[in-house]
């Protein structure tokens, strides 16, 4: 099963921007689909984007399509989120998790992104 660590979180100003990194180690990685949740304080988790197996499909929630992007590197076993023009209510912990035939195998820890106004 495949491990995953989040890292790139922190607190930004309004407008400002974050590249989070989901790293894999285990199995092979580009066997997954790789999907970014968040979780507000007293929300659910909401899905954010996701990534195919090979990096050429990428899916955004609409609130942030146009200032997010998922991108990949299987050499590197590495996922990454660039955040651009953040905004308060993107604060939340974000999550990434491995997808294969339709089940989530793994999640990683989360790391907090705090957007200040």
């Known amino acids: 099963q495949v491990q995953l660590v989040e890292s790139g979180g922190g607190l930004v100003q309004a407008g400002g921007s974050l590249r989070l990194s989901c790293a894999a180690s285990?199995?092979?990685?580009?066997?997954?689909?790789v999907d970014w949740f968040r979780q507000a304080p007293g929300k659910e988790r909401e899905f954010v984007c996701s990534?195919?197996?090979?990096?050429?499909?990428?899916i955004y929630t609409n609130s942030v399509k146009g200032r997010f992007t998922i991108s990949r590197d299987n050499a590197k076993n590495t996922v990454y989120l660039q955040m651009n023009n953040l905004k308060p209510e993107d604060t939340a912990v974000y999550y990434c998790?491995?997808?294969?035939?339709?089940?989530?195998?793994?999640w990683g820890q989360g790391t907090q992104v705090t957007v200040s106004s």
């Open positions: 990534i195919s197996r090979s990096g050429e499909s990428t």
């Open positions: 998790a491995a997808e294969a035939g339709g089940l989530y195998e793994s």
């Open positions: 285990g199995r092979t990685f580009s066997k997954y689909a």
